[in-house]
């Protein structure tokens, strides 16, 4: 859920601490509108002490968790140029056929990074778990913000970002200028970022969901972050986010405030429906907790291919993203099964939400979950792998 940040929002930050509908990440300040505020870490907590904090640069630390030892770090995420494209696909995601390159070579070491967002931990984890065991790679999962990971690229600490929302900057950057990556192709899954708001708010004010009409209803979200205005709730700040250029360019009187991750923009949304409080919020797809809380996307104005061009002037509705894997050019040529596997991981938005089920409500390790899905979907584990 960062997210399409930056020109591109990121997925919702701090990971989820392995847990029950959890909630435990901290809210950073922000606030909801007459409910409790989630808890105050932020942290993403992962049972590895070798696993890169999500603050160090890749060349800071070499170490990583392998993957299937990460038993507690839940982490929830954007889409790319070159095969990220909007409006291309059905909200279902694009679960369909894929030409597979042969799997071929030893493994050795996969330097994966870890965002955090859980959606990105079901990747992660999934793709690790069919590494170690099926090819007998050693993966080391390394707990990075998005942009940050880019930088490892180039030094080697970093081989791939299993799921990108984006970054046109990046991409420019790293795969165009410097070209120490390239894209790895679409992992099927597509992603959604909007501004949303609990069920119970659409029943009783059924013309919220018109951003023309946000203004009428400014002063029900106001909270004491907000500076008099209403509060509209963001994520982690690195996210992929437009949303204080929309507010601006759409004269809303609302003010943008950061919860800090994903896991305390869901807990706001938990507890907003359960107490029946006002609150208004980014969010995304895939996620799994959308099956749980079916929140109501509010309808901004229509995108238009261009009409995010200029980042200061953005004044339309977010893109589709059709998310992809982005992959150091070394590891992507050097012949590894590992590399092969990368490029032929591909699955669908239901996949990926059935992964984050497990993880969080049903409050399975990252490992396990993996488990449970290959066991389930051997077929399609065999594809990748080239069996």
């Not at 104005?301 to 509705?317: L, R, V």
């Not at 992507?332 to 990926?352: E, P, R, V």
Request: aromatic content about 8%; overall charge negative.
């Amino acid at each position: 859920m960062s997210h399409r940040r930056s020109a591109v929002p990121t997925r919702v930050g701090a990971g989820l601490a392995a847990t029950t509908l959890l909630f435990a990440a901290g809210c950073g300040g922000a606030t909801v509108n007459n409910a409790a505020s989630p808890s105050s870490s932020s942290d993403s907590s992962t049972s590895s002490s070798s696993s890169t904090s999500a603050a160090e640069s890749p060349v800071a630390s070499g170490s990583g968790m392998s993957g299937s030892e990460m038993s507690g770090s839940s982490m929830s995420g954007s889409e790319m140029s070159g095969s990220s494209m909007s409006g291309s696909s059905s909200p279902g995601g694009s679960g369909g056929s894929m030409s597979m390159v042969p799997v071929t070579g030893s493994c050795g070491q996969v330097n994966l990074a870890m965002n955090d967002w859980v959606g990105y931990t079901a990747d992660a984890a999934v793709v690790t778990y069919v590494a170690e065991k099926n090819l007998g790679c050693k993966v080391n999962q390394k707990a990075l913000k998005e942009e940050i990971a880019w930088q490892g690229f180039g030094s080697g600490q970093i081989d791939v970002v299993i799921e990108n929302w984006g970054h046109d900057d990046l991409v420019k950057k790293y795969i165009d200028t410097q070209k120490v990556a390239v894209d790895g192709g679409l992992t099927g899954n597509l992603g959604q970022i909007g501004w949303y708001v609990p069920p119970w708010m659409v029943t009783k004010y059924p013309d919220i969901t018109d951003s023309k009409n946000l203004n009428k209803y400014a002063d029900m979200f106001k909270t004491s972050e907000s500076g008099g205005k209403g509060q509209l709730l963001d994520g982690d700040p690195s996210f992929v986010t437009n949303d204080e250029a929309l507010v601006k360019n759409l004269n809303l009187n609302y003010k943008v405030v950061f919860a800090g991750s994903e896991a305390a923009l869901i807990q706001a949304f938990t507890t907003a429906e359960q107490n029946k409080t006002p609150l208004l919020g980014y969010f995304y797809s895939p996620q799994w907790f959308l099956s749980e809380v079916p929140l109501v996307k509010i309808n901004l104005p229509a995108y238009t291919p261009g009409c995010d061009a200029d980042a200061a002037k953005i004044a339309c509705d977010y893109p589709n993203y059709n998310l992809n894997k982005i992959m150091a050019t070394k590891f992507a040529d050097s012949g590894s099964s590992g590399a092969a596997l990368i490029k032929n991981f591909h699955w669908t938005n239901d996949d990926q939400n059935l992964v984050a089920k497990y993880i969080t409500a049903d409050k399975m390790t990252p490992a396990a979950a993996a488990k449970k899905w290959v066991d389930a979907n051997q077929a399609k584990v065999n594809a990748w792998i080239g069996k």
